[in-house]
């Protein structure tokens, strides 16, 4: 095969900028670090690859490109421009190149690249034997980096450090145009993260209402701990303290912690808090964003010995963990933290467990009955530490910035409490169970992956724990929890394997 190199460091015109080529191709700023470096894993989102690349065009069509798709649906490419302008002869034109892998049924990748054509090619061509010949092409096989590789010529360093480039042949498929010679394909990361962004750095939906749909006499519970003769009392399952949150632990403090709904890691340390607060002697209250209907039920179970059909009768006599479709709220993991608190309060502690959410209704409406119902219940337990989870929108205690009439339920909280604290999220991309529009603008509830904003990533050198910040932030939080990777947890009740099920009804964020 006829192969072309290019010493680059000898004092060659970049005609890109030679800042660029020395950083590499596709590189992007660490944000940790501000070294720029290029990646090294591929991203796979969990939706199936018809709806990414569906999002992939919609953010190109944002950008005034007309996206035309191949036979098959897993290649696409978009109308050339001429970015600047140069002579007859000289010009250059780019396009974006969409492929896309399917690589289950929701798991899929998407690389997008933008070629370069060239009016007038300047690749300086060599003989493969000025470079070593053999021993050229061998190095840029064995030490291309996989990014790298997807170049129309990639690279790899020779004996002196210099690259050297080689013809990938990696867009044979790729349209050509008329006039031009295809150049150079870089993987364009910018639009990557920008997709990233549009399928997971999106608010989950919370669906009030709805219809139940599984029979009471299906419910089922396996693998449930129970108490037994030898055992009478399981203890909570408390864990090591969270580190950060003892100045937060006083009596008649209400703690609001953002939660994004459908993981295992809130609940968790949401258990973590309240055995601390416990152990200091103060009275706790745990308040859910449950529906307000729940509490007789949550009442009884909490007087409960905590056998599975104690459980059983709990989830029989609700419609809410039995609703046709169940959003991150039902989770399993929050039906472990309603037994943790039943636990710690069968110990001797002084435990209640509290719904407050609205049976229906949206916007405003919402935040002022949630409000409401905590307000009630801080009013027969001024004394007590109240820690409340819901999502990350309700807790702010500040106006959100998108809407300056909505009036968040920190918010409203701050106003009337004398002591109100606020703790967003800080993680590090993983999975949720959660209610999400998709592509299509269907309500969607399934696992989906999930990734932090700028603000609330979680940096390598940052541990598990809760830092203070100096001053409220503008958006309402007083500090942020840290707790590493999410990991989904599904609801209590599947309709599959394992258990029973969940429609939408009316989605709020």
Not at 38 to 67: F, G, S
Not at 72 to 95: D, I, Q, V
Not at 341 to 360: Q, Y
Request: hydrophobic share 40%.
């Amino acid at each position: 095969m006829r192969r072309y190199g290019m010493l680059l460091g000898l004092g060659l015109v970049c005609s890109t900028g030679c800042s660029t080529l020395s950083r590499g191709l596709g590189a992007v700023p660490n944000e940790e670090t501000g070294e720029y470096e290029t990646p090294k894993t591929e991203t796979v989102y969990l939706v199936p690859v018809e709806d990414a690349m569906m999002m992939t065009r919609r953010i190109l069509e944002e950008q005034r490109y007309d996206v035309l798709e191949k036979e098959g649906g897993l290649e696409m490419f978009t109308s050339a421009h001429e970015p600047g302008k140069s002579t007859l002869g000289s010009r250059t034109l780019e396009r974006y190149y969409i492929k896309g892998e399917r690589v289950g049924p929701r798991q899929s990748l998407v690389r997008v690249f933008r070629l370069r054509y060239d009016e007038s090619t300047r690749v300086l061509e060599i003989p493969p034997m000025a470079m070593g010949g053999r021993d050229a092409a061998l190095s840029i096989d064995d030490n291309s980096h996989p990014f790298d590789a997807n170049q129309v010529y990639k690279s790899a360093p020779d004996l002196q450090g210099n690259r050297i480039m080689g013809d990938a042949g990696a867009f044979k498929d790729a349209p050509a145009l008329e006039g031009f010679q295809l150049v150079r394909g870089n993987r364009d990361v910018g639009i990557e993260h920008t997709l990233l962004e549009r399928l997971e750095m999106v608010p989950s939906l919370e669906l009030v209402g709805g219809n139940t749909s599984v029979a009471a006499r299906s419910v089922s519970l396996s693998g449930w701990a129970e108490p037994s003769e030898t055992a009478p009392l399981l203890e909570a399952e408390c864990g090591a303290p969270v580190d950060g949150v003892a100045p937060l632990l006083a009596q008649g403090q209400t703690l609001l912690l953002a939660d994004p709904l459908g993981t295992r890691e809130l609940p968790s340390a949401a258990l973590r808090i309240l055995c601390e607060a416990a152990s200091k002697g103060l009275p706790v209250t745990l308040a859910l964003s449950l529906p307000v209907t729940e509490q007789p039920l949550l009442d009884t179970y909490l007087a409960s010995e905590g056998f599975s059909h104690d459980a059983q009768e709990l989830l029989r006599g609700s419609s809410f963990w039995r609703r046709v479709h169940q959003d991150g709220r039902s989770s399993g993991a929050m039906l472990w933290l309603v037994e943790q608190a039943r636990r710690l309060r069968a110990s001797g502690k002084a435990v209640s467990l509290v719904a407050f959410d609205a049976e229906k209704g949206g916007g405003n409406e919402r935040e002022a009955q949630m409000a409401k119902h905590l307000l009630a219940h801080r009013s027969k337990a001024p004394d007590a530490f109240m820690l409340v989870l819901a999502g990350g929108t309700h807790v702010r205690t500040a106006n959100v910035g998108w809407d300056g009439d909505f009036e968040p339920l920190g918010m409203r909280l701050a106003k009337a409490l004398p002591s109100v604290k606020a703790l967003d999220v800080g993680f590090t991309r993983g999975s949720q169970f959660s209610c999400r529009y998709n592509v299509w603008d269907a309500v969607e509830c399934d696992v989906f992956a999930i990734s932090p904003t700028k603000q609330a990533r979680q940096a390598s050198t940052v541990a598990a724990g809760v830092q203070l910040f100096p001053e409220v932030m503008k958006d309402g939080f007083h500090g942020r929890l840290y707790v590493g990777a999410l990991t989904a947890s599904p609801p209590a009740l599947q309709a599959h394997p394992a258990a029973v099920s969940s429609a939408p009804a009316s989605p709020t964020p």
